[in-house]
């Protein structure tokens, strides 16, 4: 059986890797003839626009998936009409636009940041004012990594921002003075049957994800459940088939989602050594038909993520319970290059560990010191399912 793959960075990779023991074949398409996958499947090099390569690419093909929600949803379209895409093309619709998803969520009852959509420049004034300082200025599609965003904090950022404003759509949300960032992981197959993960709380520097705590200390039943109920609606409104991932601000017990990403997601690295069923191999299942597997986390796990550098290998794998993961994409600044997942069965074994890691780690942006700040260890855990 083989799969289809749009995209083939990194997300890809893994899940072809975990695809393999499951007798999988994959089949990539990727624009950049430098994409990861090459080194483990089938890449076909062409760009998402082009009719003709996707019609032979989908030839053969049990199912098609994507790895990263701006695939063109024309390209989805068109392959849809040739073979079956999971998630399905709306999924990917709602989650491009900023706009779209907020609207969404609303209409769901899911607790969303406030928002003012506009369009021109000219409109951006009566938006600040209707919303008011402090404010995020996000343009409404192609955002990731915090990239297309700007902070209004006071009138100057204002005042800098309406120079630099690109003419497309954007969205002003209300900056959330949050607690934490977490993100939950849900998986639903064609059937109906949903399964999600233990939340997880996340650590971002200048927009991009470096480290990743799972299960999200001090995670409540009711907050488990909340996020629950929240992603169930999502993925049962779109009759959604595969993984999704919401991620929410956390605010005095309370969730406001912020986005969804139609996909596996960096915040589920973990669940590779540190649940059940990691969140690639449950995407394939999903998509595919096949049962469910469990998504208990096994004991705790951080995942670090490498961007633009990795530490010398050795040191890392010295460590007990440490993973490390490369994905062979040469390294460059602010590039995804590789992650660290380190585990263990109890919280004070964790930081232990996470002590144990090299130098390399104890800069300021690998974020670790809310591990041993805070520590994790003297937190109470209410696991559901703790493996
Ligand atoms: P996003 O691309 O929406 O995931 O935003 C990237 C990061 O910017 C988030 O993970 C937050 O750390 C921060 N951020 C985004 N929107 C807001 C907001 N409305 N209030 C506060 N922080 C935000």
Redesign the pocket.
Known sequence: MTIGILGGGQLGYMLALAGYPLGLRFRFLDPSPEAPVGRIAHRVTAEYTDVQALQRFAQGLEVVTYEFENVPVEAARLLAERTTVYPPVIALEEAQD?LREKTLFKKLGIPT?EFAAFEGREHFAKAVKHLGLP??L?TRRM????KG?W?LRNAEDVEQASKELPDVAMIL??????NR?VSMLGVRSGGGETAFYPMVE?H?RG?I?RLSLAPAPNLTNELQQTAEEYTRKVLDTLEYVGVLCI?F?EVDGRLLA??MAPRVHNSGHWTIEGAVTSQFENHLRAILGMPLGATSAVGHSAMINLIGESPEQAAVLAVANAHLHLYGKEARPGRKIGHVTVRADRPEKLRERIAQLPDFFRRPEYCLETVSVAGLGNRVMKLRDAG
Do not use: I, M, S
């Open positions: 900023r940041t404010a995020v996000k955002g990731y990594d915090g965003q902070v949300e209300k900056f959330v003075a949050f960032e996340n971002h927009g994800l991620e601000f912020n986005e």
